[in-house]
């Protein structure tokens, strides 16, 4: 999820209306990104909660590096 709200054309704010864990929210954390989930169930919502909470107590484990462009291999016929 990290990498499509990174890549993605998007608003600041990103809303999930079927949160679960909270994998979104947690990309939106580390990307410095608003983020607003919705979750029925109680279990996952508590989950979520804790998981998108944590980025912000620690510092990154893995800093961004560059990432090589892909290129489009050429096909001659």
Known sequence: MRWCIKHADMP???LDPFMGSGTT????MNLGRK???IEICEKYFNI???RITNPQRQRPLFPDEPQPKP???RMDL
């Open 12 to 14: 600041e704010s990103i």
């Open 35 to 37: 983020f607003i989930g």
């Open 71 to 73: 290129e489009q291999a």
């Open 25 to 28: 929210g947690v990309a939106c």
């Open 48 to 50: 979520a909660v804790e």
